[in-house]
């Protein structure tokens, strides 16, 4: 690995000093030099070349062009370190067994490591503190923003592997557009999505609702879930604007267990939703806001039997939330200078319980009474965030927070880099940063491991990278050499739940995008990952090969990626997986308004399991009919 990374970065050196004796003018008809501006590292919109982290965006046309319902599978092909289980055509589940977990540079959303953010807010579930991977749907969002390192000086704990940030649809044209999009296919898959888009003067709204059911491709494997978003926004006046939207999602979901060990009426029902209300400011010199939001959830899970056992009796139960306010305001008090000043508040709730399957009242038997908790915790923090442009070439970054648990104590939470842009197409970043995670409920007080004297785990993250625009920005290429050095790591030992984990974490990602034409365009990323201690789900390389083509009403989109050492169980069963998957989509446009596409995955006919005892479905077809109006 050290070889190949030698290698590599002797070649992106010598390309460097190439571009710059060729580099086109800064702005294109690609748009690939037009500065990226991002919201989710700051609080504010800016320039992604001021920024010492990097930041993957991808906008609704690239989450949209393979009509997928869920932003997951896209955001595992086009972001380098990404990796999100599966375990089926459709549908990612809760509870043993479940699919849907990103596991990022080594880090887990299953263990609250890796933050999901909608608008900035935190999306998770209150007990577990993890996310709930079948919510995100592309219905409600605009783009996506990924920061792959610690993002908790900002958004505290649960982003100490960084975050994604789901940035919903807004209409900025006065005007009334509409979407209907309806496909079927292989394993009794249907899925259908609307949307509907209104602005007038200043007021505009977002509505739109999804459905998605699947057999897949085992017995007891089913999988339906529909969902609506809603949101209303108004401009005020040329300096306030207003918006409060709110996104309610229920599925029904069957585990089958593993082939080795099936179950029966492994069964769940889920509602999760999100609102909020969101005031904001703009004037000359200075900029903020003042959200307010609640992630809510509902579950009900029964745990199934083995075949040949007994089925349970009782429902596990839990309901959550994870409710805050969080303001801030960005400020330029002299030529160059951006100081962001926020404070954030989150009450997490947790309740968990069971219940009768007949009568529908509590289970209050000793061992269900152990394996049930009641929790309200509370989060409070401060942060300040600076960042100094001296001149063209150089931008200086420092912050700090100071976050209090109610439970786990207080955490200060440094972050700072540099960024050098060198040439006027390309720019070098590093930066060091500390990452957190409280204990949930669920370390603390649930189940016979809890431990309610556990600390905040933490990290910090070294990062280095380089990225240049070529070629009059049609060729773009990035490589982020990355080391995480993670302690205090939650480990269940001798059946409790205590601070003694620690690992090293080091690796390389490579980007590179081309516009071969008006017609042609590839992408591809690669990642290579080194764990002193082998996580479930982390592997070693991942890599995405990509090819767009487009000619007159016709569009083909083609993907390829490849994935080696991931590890399906580690320890004295290590297990590793490897596998190739190719994907391919095409659409015709019919009409000015009608979309006729076809999708088909998994085209190779490749075995393989990314969950263990969970073999994932050879190839499927999709088709279906896309309406605008």
């Not at 920024?51 to 609704?60: E, G, H, K």
């Not at 089913?222 to 040329?238: A, C, H, M, R």
């Not at 409280?438 to 993250?461: G, I, Q, R």
């Not at 995405?544 to 490849?562: E, M, R, S, V």
Request: aromatic share 10%; glycine share 10%.
């Amino acid at each position: 690995m050290n070889r190949n990374v030698t290698l590599v970065a002797g070649l992106l050196a010598a390309t460097m000093w190439v571009a710059d004796l060729h580099a086109g003018p800064t702005d294109s008809i690609y748009g690939g030099n037009l500065n990226e501006i991002v919201v989710t590292g700051t609080r504010g919109s800016v320039d992604a070349r001021h920024l010492p982290m990097t930041v993957t965006t991808l906008s609704r046309g690239m989450l949209t062009k393979e009509n997928r319902l869920s932003v997951l599978p896209t955001l595992m092909e086009q972001v380098p370190g990404l990796m999100i289980t599966s375990r089926g055509m459709m549908g990612y589940g809760v509870s043993t067994g479940a699919a849907g977990g990103m596991m990022m540079r080594g880090l887990s959303s299953g263990t609250g490591q890796v933050m999901v953010l909608i608008d900035g807010h935190p999306q998770y579930q209150g007990i577990f503190g993890h996310s709930i991977a079948d919510s995100y749907q592309t219905m409600a969002v605009e783009r996506v923003e990924v920061v792959r390192s610690p993002a908790s000086l900002l958004y505290g704990s649960n982003a100490m592997g960084g975050v994604v940030n789901l940035i919903t649809r807004k209409n900025y044209v006065d005007g009334v557009s509409t979407e209907v999009n309806v496909g079927a296919g292989s394993w009794g898959t249907v899925q259908a999505e609307a949307s509907n888009q209104v602005r007038s003067g200043k007021f505009n709204s977002t509505v739109a609702a999804q459905y998605g059911r699947s057999d897949n491709h085992r017995r007891n494997m089913g999988f339906e879930q529909y969902g609506g978003y809603v949101k209303l926004g108004y401009d005020i006046n040329d300096n306030f604007d207003i918006y409060a939207d709110i996104n309610v999602t229920h599925f029904n979901a069957s585990n089958p267990g593993s082939v080795t060990q099936p179950k029966l009426e492994n069964d769940q029902w889920i509602t999760r939703g999100a609102a909020s209300l969101v005031l904001s400011n703009h004037f000359d010199g200075t900029s903020g806001a003042i959200h307010v939001y609640d992630n809510f959830g509902r579950h009900k899970i029964n745990d199934g039997y083995n075949v040949g056992g007994t089925p349970q009796t009782d429902f596990f139960r839990s309901n959550d939330a994870v409710a805050g306010v969080s303001i801030y305001q960005n400020i330029s008090p002299f030529e160059g200078n951006t100081t962001t000043v926020g404070f954030d508040y989150q009450h997490i709730y947790g309740r968990a319980y069971y219940t009768d399957r007949v009568t529908n009242q509590r289970v209050t038997t000793a061992q269900r009474l152990m394996q049930s908790c009641h929790a309200h915790e509370n989060e409070v923090a401060g942060y300040i965030d600076i960042r100094q442009d001296i001149a063209d070439i150089l931008t200086l970054d420092a912050g700090i927070r100071y976050d209090h648990h109610s439970k786990a104590g207080g955490q200060w939470v440094p972050a700072a880099g540099i960024v050098v842009r060198p040439i006027s197409t390309g720019e070098a970043k590093f930066a060091v940063s500390k990452g957190f995670r409280n204990p949930t409920p669920k370390d603390m007080f649930l189940y016979k491991p809890a431990n309610d004297e556990l600390e905040a785990e933490s990290m910090v993250n070294y990062e280095l990278s380089w990225k240049q625009r070529l070629m009059d920005g049609r060729l773009h290429y990035g490589i982020n050499f990355f080391l995480n050095d993670g302690k205090n790591i939650i480990q269940t030992i001798n059946m409790k739940n205590v601070n003694s984990g620690e690992f090293v974490n080091r690796g390389v990602e490579l980007e590179l995008s081309y516009i071969v034409s008006d017609h042609l365009a590839f992408n591809t990323n690669h990642s290579y990952l080194h764990m002193n201690n082998p996580l479930v789900a982390a592997p070693e390389y991942k890599g995405f090969l990509g090819a767009n083509y487009n000619l007159d009403k016709w569009t083909a989109n083609a993907g390829l990626q490849y994935v080696a050492g991931l590890y399906t169980s580690v320890g004295a069963t290590e297990t590793k997986e490897n596998f190739c998957l190719l994907n391919l989509s095409l659409s015709y446009q019919l009409t000015d308004n009608l979309n006729l596409w076809a999708r088909g995955e998994n085209l190779l006919a490749q075995e393989y399991e990314i969950n263990l005892g969970y073999p994932m479905p050879r190839a499927t077809f999709l088709g279906g009919v896309k309406v605008n109006f």
